[in-house]
């Protein structure tokens, strides 16, 4: 447990020594910073083992399959035939998606600044078939959605924003 | 010759057999090409037809599923600020912002025209919106993306029998309302850490609380004709309400690590 102040006392060190006095007027506070996804094709569409939800996004349900969106990550697939017991069957990761729909086999998703197609009649193979590209503004993943308080401010340069974490901030320069 | 005839008669036989079953199989394409699922009320995503509709912040976009496989955007309008739900009801759309809610209607190509709206730009915050033929029903919320100074947390029931002229009927205070789902005089609401709650909203002017499940997070719902789908952040949960004297939880599914 002690352990776990090095490295800030070291950043503190480092930070004195290359800011000087004015490192005295940072301020530390609890907020969230963003997770960069820095080299992401944008056409990854992978099929994994189910997985937990971590920040809960959109819902969508069709015949018996039910969908939960993991936001800016992908989509969390359940198998509802039997709604006394869904069944968890996959996790579709699929970086930058926010939303859901489905008509016939196709299900409709947002990925970053696309909208993509994908092909479910075969759900252990789910395969892009088009994608209309640049059709959305990435004003999704500059600010925490659903929160109130501090946090860092999005450096684009620095990647697309696939998520956010809690963190101790050094005068973050962003509030909503 | 009544070899060459079995084997005429066997090839035919294969031959109705293989027709038959194309037929059959484009059948089911067909059918279930016209098939769409159904969202939250908390969704920016919905299809009507053979088009999809999809915000994003200020942008209502319009994407024609002619083809499928291969959606083709025809047309892009601005709506209005923090625009955040999106909810279809036959020809219509009832689309939230922070500001006010709108009415929408399909056109024959799919491109919608503006109808109507209900301003509520004194109280900006996040709105959801479902309808019936009827009544509109939106949830005000303090907080998250439409945080002002100023908080207010409540349902608010419109009428919208007039669609060019929706009036409201009444508020009711809620807790922190997220998602809601309408069906018949049915109303569930999401009322966040509050839980779930059931009015029974035929009239209008004096809803009636049925039920309140309180021991859950709640934060949108899906009707499916007497079947419930309610998700929080921890929570998968459903519920029959076939029978609303009984309405009942079918499970209760962790979902989160």
């Given amino acids: 447990?002690?352990?776990?102040?090095?490295?800030?006392?070291?950043?503190?060190?480092?930070?004195?020594?290359?800011?000087?006095?004015?490192?005295?007027?940072?301020?530390?506070?609890?907020?969230?910073?963003?997770?960069?996804?820095?080299?992401?094709?944008?056409?990854?569409?992978?099929?994994?083992?189910?997985?937990?939800?971590?920040?809960?996004g959109k819902i969508y349900t069709k015949d018996q399959l039910l969908?939960?969106?993991?936001?800016?990550?992908?989509?969390?697939i359940y198998d509802n035939t039997n709604p006394e017991q869904p069944i968890n069957l996959h996790f579709l990761e699929i970086f930058g998606s926010q939303e859901i729909a489905i008509r016939g086999n196709i299900l409709y998703v947002d990925n970053f600044q696309d909208l993509v197609a994908i092909d479910i009649s075969d759900l252990s193979n789910p395969r892009e078939v088009s994608r209309v590209k640049g059709v959305y503004e990435l004003g999704n993943g500059l600010f925490p959605t659903e929160y109130s308080g501090y946090f860092e401010c999005v450096d684009r340069r620095r990647g697309v924003v696939i998520g956010w974490e809690d963190a101790l901030l050094t005068d973050p320069q962003c509030l909503r | 010759m009544k070899t060459v005839f079995n084997s005429f008669f066997g090839g035919l036989v294969a031959l109705l057999f293989i027709l038959s079953f194309a037929a059959c199989t484009a059948d089911n394409e067909l059918a279930s090409s016209g098939d769409t699922g159904v969202g939250g009320s908390l969704a920016r995503f919905t299809i009507i037809g053979d088009y999809l509709y999809a915000i994003d912040h200020t942008n209502l976009k319009v994407f024609d599923l002619e083809n499928p496989a291969a959606p083709r955007l025809v047309g892009e309008q601005e709506v209005?600020?923090?625009?955040?739900?999106?909810?279809?009801?036959?020809?219509?759309?009832?689309?939230?912002?922070?500001?006010?809610?709108?009415?929408?209607?399909?056109?024959?190509?799919?491109?919608?025209?503006?109808?109507?709206?209900?301003?509520?730009?004194?109280?900006?915050s996040c709105d959801p919106i479902v309808a019936t033929e009827k009544y509109a029903y939106v949830t005000l919320r303090s907080g998250g993306d439409c945080r002002v100074g100023f908080t207010?947390?409540?349902?608010?029931?419109?009428?919208?029998?007039?669609?060019?002229?929706?009036?409201?009927?009444?508020?009711?205070?809620?807790?922190?309302?997220?998602?809601?789902?309408?069906?018949?005089?049915?109303?569930?609401?999401?009322?966040?850490?509050?839980?779930?709650?059931?009015?029974?909203?035929?009239?209008p002017a004096s809803i009636e609380l049925l039920y309140h499940f309180t021991?859950?997070?709640?934060?949108?719902?899906?009707?499916?004709?007497?079947?419930?789908?309610?998700?929080?952040?921890?929570?998968?949960?459903?519920?029959?309400?076939?029978d609303r004297n009984n309405i009942r939880i079918l499970s209760q599914i962790p979902i989160k690590a």
């Fill in chain 2, 152 to 203: 207010l947390n409540e349902l608010h029931i419109l009428d919208v029998e007039d669609i060019n002229n929706p009036r409201l009927i009444a508020t009711y205070p809620m807790q922190h309302p997220l998602g809601l789902g309408i069906d018949g005089d049915l109303l569930f609401l999401c009322d966040d850490a509050a839980g779930l709650k059931v009015f029974n909203v035929a009239d």
């Fill in chain 2, 215 to 242: 021991d859950m997070v709640a934060y949108d719902v899906i009707t499916l004709d007497g079947q419930l789908i309610v998700v929080g952040p921890d929570d998968l949960y459903q519920f029959d309400y076939r």
């Fill in chain 1, 1 to 56: 447990m002690k352990h776990r102040w090095i490295p800030l006392l070291a950043f503190l060190i480092l930070l004195l020594g290359a800011c000087g006095e004015e490192a005295e007027e940072n301020q530390f506070v609890q907020g969230l910073q963003p997770i960069y996804a820095e080299d992401l094709s944008p056409e990854h569409l992978v099929l994994l083992p189910p997985q937990p939800v971590e920040s809960l």
């Fill in chain 1, 67 to 76: 969908f939960i969106g993991e936001q800016g990550r992908g989509i969390h």
């Fill in chain 2, 80 to 124: 209005g600020q923090i625009v955040e739900t999106i909810f279809p009801l036959n020809d219509l759309l009832f689309i939230g912002s922070a500001q006010s809610s709108y009415i929408y209607r399909v056109t024959d190509n799919g491109i919608p025209e503006y109808v109507s709206e209900y301003d509520h730009s004194l109280i900006v």
